[in-house]
């Protein structure tokens, strides 16, 4: 769904066009750290939420209902947007289930918005809307660089810890960053959501998104620092997450979608790694 998108829509086409490069025979599933998915994994595609895109609270309810079933399944799960409000919908399944969440939001902004355009579930929202729930068990931001003053001040009341772009940038390794930092995580708290927007990178590297900011990470930097985190990251931490803000609309020849399909190779195989050392 891209209901929220305050910018230029186009993100309601991500999961299916996701679907048809996956399908491409344009890539091997093994990664840089010669390791093959295929004898490891079993993914399921459990096809896309009937969301009204006319109807964001209709259709966060269904988002939500769609997850609490995922969640049942005690496995890890991955959502693809959409824009970023489908973090919203995802965040209320874990509410409704009572399990507390620590959240991972990499993004180019915070999304702190109590309101914008006279809506309160815009993707601008987002974040705003998960730290009041009940379960939010804190919030780390990467990568932000467009923001108010106001939504730092915010952040920072709510304890949650902020990075921004140019301090990931500044990293000597952002790999053992990503890793150091979930190995702190994990100390702390006990199930995770990752939620990854796209526009985090520099418009370069990720064309196909909402709402473009210029000087952001790399398509390198992204996958080194997530493939940190899931370095880091035990296999019996529970783990969701979304992948959001990718818009084909605006995707010169499909770099986006094919830089997420990178990030996954490369990340999961982080976690096959975990298990065998
Ligand atoms: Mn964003």
């Not at 990499?106 to 987002?126: F, K, T, V």
Request: overall charge negative; glycine content about 6%.
């Amino acid at each position: 769904m891209d209901i929220s998108s305050s910018y230029r829509p186009g993100s309601r086409f991500g999961p299916d066009t996701f679907r048809r490069l996956l399908q491409s025979e344009n890539f091997e599933c093994t990664s840089e750290t010669q390791i093959d998915l295929t004898s490891y994994f079993r993914i399921k595609d459990w096809g896309n939420i009937g969301v009204i895109n006319t109807d964001i609270v209709k259709t966060l309810k269904r988002i939500s209902e769609g997850i609490t079933d995922l969640i049942s399944l005690k496995t890890p799960f991955l959502v693809i947007g959409g824009d970023h409000s489908v973090s919203i919908g995802i965040g209320k399944a874990f509410e409704t289930l009572d399990i507390p969440i620590h959240t991972i939001y990499i993004d180019a902004h915070l999304d702190l918005y109590d309101e914008i355009n006279e809506s309160r579930l815009s993707h601008a929202c987002s974040l705003r809307r998960l730290s009041e729930m009940d379960n939010f068990d804190g919030a780390t931001v990467l990568g932000y660089r467009d923001f108010l003053i106001e939504q730092v001040e915010y952040a920072k009341e709510k304890n949650m810890q902020l990075y921004s772009t140019s301090a990931l940038q500044n990293q000597s390794n952002i790999f053992e960053f990503g890793k150091s930092l979930i190995t702190g995580l994990v100390r702390e708290h006990q199930h995770f959501h990752l939620s990854v927007d796209l526009d985090v990178l520099d418009p370069r590297f990720a064309p196909g998104i909402g709402n473009p900011v210029s000087c952001g990470l790399s398509s390198r930097e992204l996958m080194l620092l997530l493939t940190g985190i899931f370095n880091g990251l035990p296999p019996d931490i529970r783990f969701s997450w979304d992948i959001v803000e990718y818009n084909p609309m605006f995707d010169n020849a499909d770099i986006t979608g094919f830089f997420i399909i990178k990030l996954l190779i490369e990340s999961l195989a982080e976690q096959i790694q975990f298990v065998q050392s």
